[in-house]
């Protein structure tokens, strides 16, 4: 890494450990939301849901019907905590994200969820800027985007695009929404671009300050969060391998699916938090389950007898439930589903916080005493 360009970023970056946002220019409802997050982590933990208010098992959003709606709502009776949404193809200038989201309705979908209550986190899917393929072609490029390589210029044109979308996140009153940014995930696996397989750690930990200092630095965004999640890790230094730094992160995350069956899954949930909160504690971050689902075969009790011990206790400030895209790809539980009862069961444990509870959960430590006593009642 370019030591002199690591110098000139860290200018308008807080120093680690102080349990403050990266960014020393971080508008006060960026702020006001790390707070939150605090706060809900000492109260239990945010369920999450991807694309939760665009489209659901048979169903997508039409403006026509006036349709604000989740699955989740659907069989539990109240929204998820927290939206994820996805910016990939933002770059090449499209009208839809790669799952056919329009960025329009994304931006009112935020607006919506934001006026609610609720908490965004966006990922970025992007292509590979070297050969244009997907996010999941492999093809070496990270070395042709940093400052000097062959694609740099492509480069950031496409990161001004995204700072286009960000800065277009607008609430009713014009102030900037704060939002969770969370690019590059599960860099520890080979199955993206910017992944182990394809870059070195010293490649990706430049991609990372210099997409950063783009952001921050040229184009004035700060109303992000940033958040770094690998894939299921097996070691404190395999989390360490492509962590840029505590001056470049603001959140500690891991994504963990169930490929392997509940016993395995249960394992890698535990064990994985376990390391992370070591590592959060000592960097004074909060941390997440930044995505999870079942990918085996749904049973009725899965949400009470293996997710639930998973992250019970763990310390997560939130866990994502990935996207409900159709009947034989969906994370999130619709009504009809053999496992909806136990949802509905997993919702009334007290620490399981939805768009309600999180309401009453601000910046300030007066707030526990309030979810609390709404829990009671």
């Known amino acids: 890494m370019n030591a002199c360009h690591t110098l000139r970023?860290?200018?308008?970056?807080?120093?680690?450990?102080?349990?403050?946002?990266?960014?020393?220019?971080?508008?006060?409802?960026?702020?006001?939301?790390?707070?939150?997050?605090?706060?809900?982590?000492?109260?239990?933990?945010?369920i999450g849901h991807q694309d939760a208010t665009a489209y659901g098992v048979n169903w997508r959003y039409k403006d026509s019907l006036n349709a604000y709606w989740s699955d989740i709502k659907d069989v539990a009776g109240d929204y998820p905590a927290v939206y994820g949404f996805d910016l990939g193809h933002i770059e090449l200038g499209s009208d839809h994200n790669l799952d056919t989201v329009s960025f329009d309705l994304m931006r009112d979908l935020i607006r919506k969820a934001s006026a609610k209550g609720g908490i965004i986190t966006l990922s970025w899917h992007l292509n590979n800027p070297t050969t244009d393929g997907?996010?999941?072609?492999?093809?070496?490029?990270?070395?042709?985007?940093?400052?000097?390589?062959?694609?740099?210029?492509?480069?950031?044109?496409?990161?001004?695009?995204?700072?286009?979308?960000?800065?277009?996140?607008?609430?009713?009153?014009?102030?900037?929404?704060?939002?969770?940014?969370?690019?590059?995930?599960?860099?520890?696996?080979?199955?993206?671009?910017?992944?182990?397989?394809?870059?070195?750690?010293?490649?990706?930990?430049?991609?990372?300050?210099?997409?950063?200092?783009?952001?921050?630095?040229?184009?004035?965004?700060?109303?992000?969060?940033?958040?770094?999640?690998?894939?299921?890790?097996?070691?404190?230094?395999?989390?360490?391998?492509?962590?840029?730094?505590?001056?470049?992160?603001?959140i500690l995350g891991v994504d963990i699916y169930n490929h392997n069956g509940d016993e395995a899954f249960v394992k890698d949930v535990t064990e994985n938090l376990k390391i992370i909160k070591k590592l959060a504690e000592e960097k004074n971050k909060i941390f997440a389950l930044t995505e999870t689902g079942n990918t085996k075969k749904p049973t009725a009790d899965w949400w009470t007898r293996v997710l639930y011990p998973s992250v019970k206790d763990s310390g997560i400030t939130w866990l994502l439930l990935w996207r409900n895209a159709r009947p034989n790809h969906y994370f999130a539980p619709f009504l009809g589903i053999i496992s909806e009862q136990d949802f509905i069961l997993f919702k009334s444990f007290k620490d399981t916080l939805f768009l309600n509870e999180i309401n009453l959960i601000k910046s300030s430590p007066s707030s526990q005493k309030n979810l609390s006593n709404q829990q009671e009642q």
């Open 134 to 250: 997907s996010s999941w072609d492999t093809s070496r490029s990270v070395q042709d985007i940093l400052k000097g390589g062959s694609k740099r210029e492509k480069y950031e044109l496409w990161v001004s695009r995204l700072a286009d979308f960000l800065n277009s996140l607008e609430d009713f009153n014009g102030r900037k929404i704060p939002v969770i940014f969370r690019p590059f995930h599960e860099m520890n696996g080979s199955w993206f671009w910017w992944g182990a397989g394809s870059s070195t750690s010293d490649e990706y930990k430049a991609l990372w300050v210099e997409t950063l200092s783009l952001l921050i630095n040229k184009h004035n965004i700060h109303h992000l969060i940033y958040a770094y999640s690998p894939n299921t890790i097996n070691s404190e230094n395999e989390f360490n391998r492509f962590y840029p730094g505590d001056r470049y992160v603001d």
């Open 9 to 46: 970023i860290t200018t308008d970056l807080s120093a680690p450990k102080d349990g403050k946002l990266i960014d020393k220019k971080a508008s006060p409802e960026t702020v006001a939301l790390l707070e939150q997050l605090k706060q809900i982590s000492k109260n239990g933990f945010a």
